[in-house]
């Protein structure tokens, strides 16, 4: 059964640290986003990659944030140094994006960051 | 103003009861795409919409896109526990991503 899966599931960190997420997106599928969910601003898209390629990452606060996916089988995003207001539920998503056809994004289970 | 408006917000129903969750987009739809989130958890696609009159269905659930109104619906028919969680829409404007409604968080009581 193909999934999405991110790790860590939970993180809890302290202002200033450094924060990596982890991403495997499910094989075969060519475009990777990233999305942040808060209470406040609902889900966000900060980032997404078409064949490992950034396509746009306008959503993601550039100082603080990086994405990259250094093969076909990982996409990571890192924050730091981490600050409270990053406080979320990071979610990543696959999907086979072609020209015409539809673009279906499969989810992971999500990281929920708790920055104190 | 947000891109994506649903509606209702919340919606509580008696076990049985039929439903209705609305998303209007201000912009152009190339794709209307329906999710279902419970708490915790990640988003479950239910249904893509891209040509405009399209309705499409699975068990009890059946979702419209109204393209000259930029306009989907999702109708749950006899709604049961198992549907309760948060139903997100999600449009395409050609952006090739999609962006999020807010949500419409579903309660079935029994």
């Known amino acids: 059964d193909a999934r999405v899966t991110q790790t860590p599931r939970h993180k809890v960190t302290e202002m200033g640290q450094e924060v990596t997420m982890r991403c495997q997106p499910i094989l075969g599928h060519n475009t990777v986003f990233w999305y942040r969910q808060t209470m406040m601003q609902g889900l966000e898209l900060l980032a997404y990659f078409r064949n490992r390629a950034p396509l746009d990452d306008s959503g993601m606060p550039k100082d603080r944030f990086s994405a990259e996916m250094p093969d076909a089988t990982l996409a990571t995003l890192k924050i730091q140094p981490s600050e409270p207001r990053d406080s979320a539920v990071y979610f990543c998503a696959s999907g086979l994006v072609l020209e015409r056809m539809g673009n279906i994004q499969y989810f992971g289970a999500g990281t929920r960051l708790s920055v104190l | 103003s947000q891109e994506l408006e649903q509606s209702p917000q919340s919606l509580i129903v008696q076990e049985g009861k039929n439903l209705t969750i609305n998303c209007t987009s201000s912009?152009?739809?190339?794709?209307l795409y329906w999710y279902k989130q419970k708490y915790g958890e990640g988003l479950i696609f239910l249904m893509m919409?891209?040509?405009?009159?399209e309705e499409k269905s699975h068990e009890k659930i059946t979702a419209k896109l109204d393209e000259k109104k930029q306009q989907s619906s999702l109708h749950i028919t006899a709604s049961q526990p198992s549907h309760a969680g948060i139903y997100l829409c999600g449009a395409d404007t050609g952006r090739r991503a999609l962006t999020f409604g807010s949500g419409t968080r579903l309660q079935v009581q029994p």
């Open positions: 919409l891209q040509k405009g009159g």
């Open positions: 912009k152009t739809l190339y794709g």
